[in-house]
């Protein structure tokens, strides 16, 4: 069979660069679970040659494919494909429930944990449940006390990127979220969100105790500590949801 392969691809000799035989061990493996292919670096295996391939990239830093609209690099054609929609307002993942669309998969399958309310991902520590695995990694360094991410300017650790990217903006004074209807910029989108309930009048935080309402959550706390022999182990919020 190989001798075959060999003879007909040399009539072929510009458009195959890889064996067939080699591709079907690699699809073989996706049955039989095994992964032959490891990476010399970091010891990781993985089933296919390509993909062993696409890996090292992550240990050279090489970014070989460029979007030719914004000049962003990704080590993996897939990325560049992904992120091509976002210049072509291309969103191919639908919601059947909402007609909410998507331009990943992972996202669309994210989205659909709203619907079902499907809690995957569990922490072994305490039990919580959580809809997304990063918001479990994110968790889990509440019990660790871990904090990965650290401020080149100043040494401060976080335990998220967020409130890395939060942060370095009170160096940077940058303020990238601006109110569309009065122009007050602010360095976080949380703030801005907050912000945005003053103009609507919407406040969703209520005090059981006596009814009064806020527009933020740290408004009502302080506002319970003028209840201080009261019960307040609950608080009421409306869950605000912002696009």
Not at 6 to 27: F, G, N, Y
Not at 71 to 76: G, I, L, Q, V
Not at 78 to 100: A, D, F, Q
Request: aromatic share 4%.
């Amino acid at each position: 069979m190989e001798e075959s392969l060999t003879k007909h691809s040399l009539a072929h000799p510009k458009e195959r660069d890889e064996c067939e035989i080699c591709q079907m061990k690699d699809h073989l493996c996706i049955h039989t679970k095994e992964k032959p292919h490891v990476c010399e670096v970091c010891g990781k295996q993985l089933k296919e040659r390509s993909s062993l391939k696409t890996h090292l990239r992550t240990h050279k830093k090489e970014k070989s494919y460029v979007c030719q609209v914004c000049a962003k690099a990704f080590t993996e054609r897939g990325n560049l494909t992904v992120h091509l929609r976002i210049h072509k307002s291309e969103k191919p993942y639908v919601c059947e429930v909402c007609n909410k669309a998507f331009t990943q998969l992972c996202h669309l399958k994210r989205h659909l944990r709203t619907h079902t309310k499907e809690k995957p991902y569990v922490c072994e520590i305490c039990g919580k449940r959580f809809t997304e695995k990063g918001n479990l990694l994110r968790h889990l360094r509440t019990h660790t006390k871990e904090k990965p991410y650290v401020c080149e300017v100043c040494g401060k650790a976080f335990n998220e990127t967020g409130s890395l990217a939060n942060h370095l903006r009170t160096h940077t004074k940058e303020k990238p979220y601006i109110c569309e209807i009065c122009g007050k910029a602010f360095a976080e989108r949380g703030n801005l969100i907050a912000h945005l309930r003053i103009h609507r009048n919407e406040k969703p935080y209520v005090c059981e105790v006596c009814g009064k309402a806020f527009t933020q959550l740290c408004n009502l706390k302080a506002h319970l500590r003028t209840h201080p022999k009261k019960s307040l182990t609950c608080v009421k919020s409306a869950t605000i949801h912002s696009r």
